[in-house]
């Protein structure tokens, strides 16, 4: 099981703990997953990513290959980063590590 890190905000009894390592949430589910944790400017950078991804394979031939290939290196890298990048948006709302 992956280890966490709690965050909580000063003052209060609010407290979330945010795995490490790779997020399958993110890795599958992509803006959903931002969604669900009030991540907005994420979901929106990873829609426009993926709509970059899917734009050139309506005009060459070997898109639909290429933009797979693209899409699941992205996914990739959204699941190794995404926890971490929860994390820091909880730190700029106020939350600290415990």
Known sequence: MA???YLGRPGTDDTIGVPTGFSWGAFLLGPIWALSRRMWFAAFAMVAVELALYLPSLWLDRGNIVTLL??????IACGKYGNDWHRRVLEKRGYAVL
């Open 3 to 5: 280890d966490r890190i």
């Open 70 to 75: 693209l899409s699941i290196l992205f996914g």
